[in-house]
């Protein structure tokens, strides 16, 4: 006998019950935006020249997917065209929030450069803050099934230590029971990516993380997304604008006589 059409061999999909969804796009205060813009402006005015430098975007806990205000750690080091970020670095700062502020993702400058896309340093970095942000922005997605070949049905108090060798998962259960389907819990987390310019331009990403809690299956992508201001009522005040100056002094650090190989890695 031939098989016409090797596709109907397929096995159906895995039974999958949606629980949740992760963001799709960026949704921003207006605040934020006016806030990471005149830190590029401060940065120009204090220091007399554009620095490259980054903080973390910031979101009330109960909303993850809303950035409400923009988080300047100290920057180890800024270049024209370099800043470092260290996994250290996000966790002092994020102990440093209230606590029903976390970190839902990072921004960074390009200061004056033309270069307006995610460098392959800005990759790196992003890799630490996704790692550190995971567990924060984590919800559940799905209910998904586990497809486990050869399972083996035991009966407790009624199997020989001889039927554990059997099988490749075995699920003992307190009744006599012919037929089991396992579900696990899928869990997803985000972390927004921003990178702005001292002109006004601003390019962002999405990357996603899922993970299966019993596989350990994981995915990791990322996407361009489109950014949605909005209007939280809170706008950049003069005493705001004050502070942040005092903040850009303290924590941007220029250094005129970079290491070459840190320059290189740009
Ligand atoms: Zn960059």
Redesign the pocket.
């Known amino acids: 006998m031939r098989f016409k059409d090797l596709s109907r061999l397929k096995r159906p999909e895995p039974l999958t019950i949606k629980l949740g969804s992760l963001p799709q796009h960026i949704l921003m205060a207006a605040y934020a935006r006016e806030k990471a813009f005149k830190i590029n402006e401060l940065v120009g005015v204090i220091f007399e020249e554009s620095f ?1 430098w980054y903080g973390f975007t910031l979101a009330n806990n109960d909303h993850p997917e809303l950035i409400v205000d923009i988080g300047l750690p100290k920057n180890d080091l800024n270049l024209p065209d ?2 470092t970020l260290g996994s250290e670095r996000i966790d002092e700062f994020q102990e440093s929030l209230p606590e029903n502020l976390i970190i839902n993702g990072w921004i ?3 200061g004056a450069l033309n ?1 307006k ?3 392959h ?2 990759e790196e ?1 992003q890799h630490t803050v996704l790692d550190f942000v995971a567990t924060r922005t984590r919800k559940p997605l799905a209910k998904k099934e586990i497809r486990i070949q050869d399972l083996v049905l035991l009966e407790k108090g009624r199997f020989v230590e001889k039927d554990l060798s059997k099988g490749s998962v075995s699920l003992i259960t307190n009744g006599p029971i012919t037929e089991a389907k396992i579900m696990e819990t899928v869990y997803g987390s985000f972390c927004y990516s921003i ?1 702005i310019g001292d002109e006004g331009w601003h390019e962002q990403e999405i990357h996603y993380k899922e993970r299966g809690i019993l596989s350990g299956h994981t995915t990791v992508r990322s996407k361009a997304a489109d950014i949605k201001f909005v209007d939280t009522g809170r706008h950049l005040t003069e005493l705001d604008i004050s502070i942040l100056s005092d903040e850009v002094k303290e924590k941007i650090k220029p250094h005129t006589d970079p290491p070459p190989e840190l320059i290189e890695r ?1």
Do not use: G, I, Q, R
């Open positions: 490259e370099y800043t960074h400058s390009h270069y896309h995610f460098s340093t800005d970095n990178v740009m």
